[in-house]
């Protein structure tokens, strides 16, 4: 009897071992990582009057509530001011961040600004580009009213080591031509980076997924939402205009991926907030895995 007790004690000691051992830490499937991306315009800080209900100081605090509830890893905001991005950075606290004012690259106006979970991500490389022809000084595009950039960071993973590259734009809300052609950059732009590391774009393109400019990057990226592994859920449509213009099927905000990464699940979170929307655009969520 003593002899089959030792037997079941160390059978139970062996199996406590085998447990321990398959144990993967937290946000890890294997050898893959969990990786949570949002794309997310929050309407820029100076545009509404003090007085108006939307203006960024009742707003603050509705859009950092959006970003933690989601979980996000990787944050990319279109036309955030900087006094809307420390904001943020404060509320939210374990994040880093990079962007560069579209109209003369230092930190005033609009930015493509990028927010980086510090206990996931370290950033190693940072850089602005405009989108126009001459990519490396600020400047014009084509046909757009205004400059617009893309926002660029190679980051490493704390868990694991791998690298990943994120980008982050906004394309002009007028030029045709621009449109198309800040794709074009952007497609190039990935395809150079994807050919030995993982690449995720994210961004308000102000077009929906039948323009040319969305086929022109679908062709080196895969749309989050279409290959997501479970249907993308939540409204249909990422602009609303504050509740104003609610357009079923309009959706110009996207989380792009290269075939390094895999779409677990995809949604449009539309959530009121006391009646209120926190941004004009509806943030577009996706988990990952890489």
Known sequence: RSSMQHLLRWMRILAIALIAGC?????????????????????????????????????????????????????????????????????????????????????????NAVLVRRSAFEIESRRTLWLSSTPDIASRGWDAMFNRTLTHVALRSKSGGRRLHFINTHFDHMGALARLESAHLIARTAQELAGKEAVLLTGDLNLRSDHPAYAALARVLQDAATTSATPSTGPTMTFNGFGKDIEPGNKIDFVFISRGLRSRSHAVIGDLYQGHYPSDHFPVVSTLRF
């Open 23 to 111: 144990a993967q830490p937290s946000g890890t499937v294997g050898s893959a990582q969990s990786l949570v991306v949002m794309s997310y315009n929050i309407r820029c800080g100076s545009c509404e009057a003090v007085t108006d209900v939307n203006h960024w100081s009742r707003r603050k605090t509705l859009v950092a509530d959006v970003i933690r509830k989601s979980g996000a890893d990787l944050v990319g905001l279109q036309e955030a001011e900087l006094f809307q991005v420390t904001d943020l950075v404060e509320l939210l606290r374990d994040f880093d961040w990079y962007g560069l004012g579209r109209d003369a690259g230092d930190q005033r106006g609009e930015m």
